[in-house]
């Protein structure tokens, strides 16, 4: 049974960080491409970050470029989302994704499994 599993959210005052963890199970992990999306209260969810199967190419929204990098460690089965200069706007639930042959790696339809997702609450 595919099942990612995220954890790391929390409460976090505007200019802090916070890293996001996702570990994967059931799954040949390293042919997924991986990626992190967002959805905060009454919007759609939308495109975070994204990493290719070896990490070798990612790709971020606008609004996150430069303050968060994605990574991920095929040897632990899992994806990372360290967040930096955290903003109010960044509050959302967090979630990773697994996609075995995204055409856009910031498609939602292009992503085979999710995860239940971690509240991110950053405080003004």
């Known amino acids: 049974q595919v099942q990612l599993v995220e954890s790391g959210g929390g409460l976090v005052q505007a200019g802090g960080s916070l890293r996001l963890s996702c570990a994967a199970f059931?799954?040949?992990?390293?042919?997924?491409?991986m990626g992190w999306f967002r959805q905060a209260p009454g919007k759609e969810r939308e495109f975070a970050a994204a990493?290719?199967?070896?990490?070798?190419?990612?790709d971020y929204a606008d609004s996150v470029k430069g303050r968060f990098t994605i990574s991920r460690d095929n040897t632990k089965n899992t994806v990372y989302l360290q967040m930096n200069s955290l903003k109010p706007e960044d509050t959302a639930v967090y979630y990773c994704?697994?996609?075995?042959?995204?055409?856009?790696?910031?498609?939602?339809?292009?992503?085979?499994?999710w995860g239940q997702g971690t509240q991110v609450t950053v405080s003004s």
């Open positions: 994704a697994g996609g075995l042959s995204p055409r856009r790696t910031d498609w939602t339809r292009d992503y085979d499994c």
């Open positions: 059931g799954l040949t992990f390293s042919r997924y491409v």
């Open positions: 990493i290719t199967w070896s990490g070798g190419s990612t």
